[in-house]
């Protein structure tokens, strides 16, 4: 879809907000800003048609709300990320507001479950682009009491835009934490990150989908449902929290009515309260249409699917769904066979090395296995067929944790922590390897306790696994509801005295999302205590390797992060890496689990046998 209907429908709606502007600018003592950008021409990048456009109909609406608005657009000079950041760092700093609003327009991508908006310079100058999660988490920081980051961009794959080097600025200072106020930080998200199969060619997203986000957006506040609506101080307005299901019927319908099916929809992730909104009610509040119940989203899904193994309250959405809609959405996006996937691997996996610890690896064949000095790994298997499983077994010589190479037939590979009396089981698909988990070997003491929660811990692992796979395993609502279901997530994560190591990774990268960081530190000392080690991300997501890297004594395994999404955090978690994984990690593959492609793994490799890598 091209912008030109959504905004002649803008005109209209534009006229709307406008008349209202001097009611909007006499509403109570609010102080509130927004920076909004709109981006049509982004390096070699499609052209967009209406970003620009449709970042001044946005700047347009937030001024009649009385909204202080900074406006960058590529209509005459490029938009700079410098320029963003000094124009955020500036109201920041004034210590005042109450709310910021940033917009963005333009071309989007993921690269290792991080994202980036693209400026005008990107991808060619690599630094300018907006690292977006990273922002995401220096706005928490920024002691305002509630920042909305709203975002209409497609979030396509970084291979088919020549991106994995961009590795985007930060648009919020790094002031350190408030002690005073740690802001709520609202998300709208044009799309829902999914399996690779659901993401479009960026030059189809560009055809089909730009504007409508933004268009939906908009018309919340022309035409909201009666159900959306509060009357604060006799004042009609739409809560943060009230947008969720309606931009998902919005959208879907903007995009049928142009016989465009979609296979992403957008992503809401609210944790501000019942009195926070951006805009009040511009036009008639109507009743939802008639039959107006949308079908169950991959969030709906995920949500069914933790609770039915005991994981409730992580995502505050009320499907309304039938057990049929959300099973047949299951098996329609690849969600069941995902999950069924990592269960088998899990089930089917060897119960016991002589060694108490070593690795299963199904779904690639193996060709090297490598540790860090003082272990020993051979390869009793290489696998690779059907059925066929790659076994390696590790000698630990006495170190409780250590971090192994493993490096397939293709030439890609991952870099994982081998745990003491731990048999890591390890699968692997066309984008690399999608699971990792860690059950005891059934010589080791751990396993008496393992068996009793075994079939409860195997349905826990694939479903958490899966959810995260496809970016919905996370903890939403108000900060006493996070504290709730965080409370609750740590119940189901702990077997006995110990916490499952792949969970308690899960677990950590949901509480620092959730901006719950005692957890994290909780869930690190928990884990420390348990196994003698740290694994690296739950160490960085917890501060414990901030102002330095991992150590070299075999206590932080492995040397890097774990899950993909934990290289968008180094920077901002001011972790220092050894030069050989810096420089591999401009050769990672887009799964969910850290996989290097092939001459990532040769960096690596050769710097672990001549010892550069301990």
């Known amino acids: 879809m091209r912008r030109r209907d959504f905004l002649a429908m803008g005109v209209t709606m534009t006229g709307a907000f406008a ?53 960058f657009v590529d209509t005459v000079n490029p938009v700079k990320a410098e320029e963003i950041f000094d124009a955020i760092a500036a109201l920041v700093d004034r210590g005042t507001l109450d709310q910021l609003v940033v917009y963005f327009s333009g071309h989007g991508f993921i690269s290792g ?35 909305v980051f709203i975002s209409d961009a497609c979030r396509s794959r970084s291979d088919s835009l020549g991106t994995e080097r961009v590795r985007g600025s930060l648009i919020f200072p790094n002031r350190g934490v408030s002690t005073g106020v740690r802001a709520d930080v609202d998300l709208f998200l044009a799309t829902l990150v999914g399996e690779p199969s659901f993401e479009l060619p960026v030059a189809d997203s560009v055809a089909k989908f730009e504007g409508i986000y933004t268009a ?7 035409h909201p449902d009666k159900s959306m609506v509060r009357t604060l101080n006799d004042v009609q307005v739409v809560p943060n929290n009230k947008l969720k299901a309606y931009l998902v019927r919005e959208v879907r319908a903007r995009a049928e009515a142009r016989s465009i099916r979609l296979s992403q929809l957008p992503d809401t992730q609210v944790v501000s309260g019942e009195d926070t909104y951006i805009a009040r009610v511009a036009g008639s509040v109507r009743p939802p249409p008639a039959g107006s119940l949308v079908d169950p989203t991959i969030q709906d899904l995920a949500r069914a699917e933790l609770s039915r193994v005991g994981v409730r309250s992580l995502d505050v959405l009320d499907p309304g769904s039938s057990a ?18 990592i269960l088998d691997a899990t089930t089917q996996g060897p119960g016991r090395f002589e060694t ?9 064949r193996l ?5 860090t000095s003082g272990m020993r790994t051979e390869i009793l298997t290489p696998g690779g067929g059907p059925g066929q499983t790659a076994l390696v077994r590790v000698d630990t010589r006495g170190t409780r944790a250590g971090s192994v190479a493993l490096r397939f037939t293709d030439g890609s590979g991952t870099v994982i922590a081998a745990l003491d009396g731990y048999i890591g089981n390890v699968v692997v698909d066309a ?6 988990s860690y059950v005891p070997s059934q010589n080791n003491w751990r396993f008496s306790d393992y068996d009793q929660h075994r079939k409860h811990l195997e349905n826990l692992h694939a479903v958490i696994a899966t959810a995260a796979r496809f970016g919905v395993f996370r903890i939403e609502g108000e900060r006493e509801t996070r504290t709730r279901a965080a409370a609750q997530l740590a119940g189901r994560i702990r077997v006995l005295k110990s916490i499952d190591p792949t969970l308690g990774i899960y677990a950590a990268y949901a509480y620092a999302d959730a901006g719950l960081m005692n957890d994290v530190r909780s869930v690190r000392e928990y884990m420390h205590g348990d196994l003698q080690a740290d694994i690296f991300d739950v160490a960085m997501l917890s501060g414990s390797l901030s102002g330095r890297g991992p150590d070299y004594n075999n206590r932080t395994v492995p040397f890097c992060p774990m899950l993909s ?25 887009g799964a969910l689990w850290t996989t290097f492609d092939a001459e990532g793994m040769g960096v690596l490799v050769s710097a672990l046998q001549d010892g550069r890598l301990r």
Do not use: C
Not at 216 to 222: D, H, I, M, P, T
């Open 216 to 222: 939906s957006f908009l018309n919340a506040f022309q």
């Open 431 to 436: 984008e690399g390897v999608s699971n990792v």
């Open 356 to 364: 108490q610890t070593g690795f299963a690896v199904s779904g690639a």
């Open 324 to 341: 049929q809609a959300i099973a047949s959405l299951a098996t329609e996006t690849g969600f069941a066979s995902a999950r069924d996937a």
């Open 19 to 71: 008349a209202r502007a001097v009611l909007a600018q006499d509403e109570s003592s609010r102080v509130r800003a927004a920076v909004v950008i709109g981006v049509d021409r982004a390096g070699h990048l499609p052209k967009l048609n209406g970003a620009t456009s449709g970042a001044r109909m946005v700047a347009g609406w937030l001024q009649s709300e009385g909204f202080e608005v900074k406006l």
């Open 565 to 589: 999404q934990g290289w968008g955090l180094l920077r901002l978690k001011d972790v220092r890496l050894p030069s050989a994984v810096d420089i591999a990690r401009d050769h990672l593959r």
């Open 113 to 147: 479950y991080s994202e980036y908006w693209m400026l005008s310079k990107a991808p060619g100058n690599p630094n300018e682009a907006v690292s977006f999660r990273e922002s995401v988490e220096l706005a928490k920081e920024s002691a305002i009491p509630n920042v």
């Open 367 to 371: 060709e090297l296995a490598v540790g």
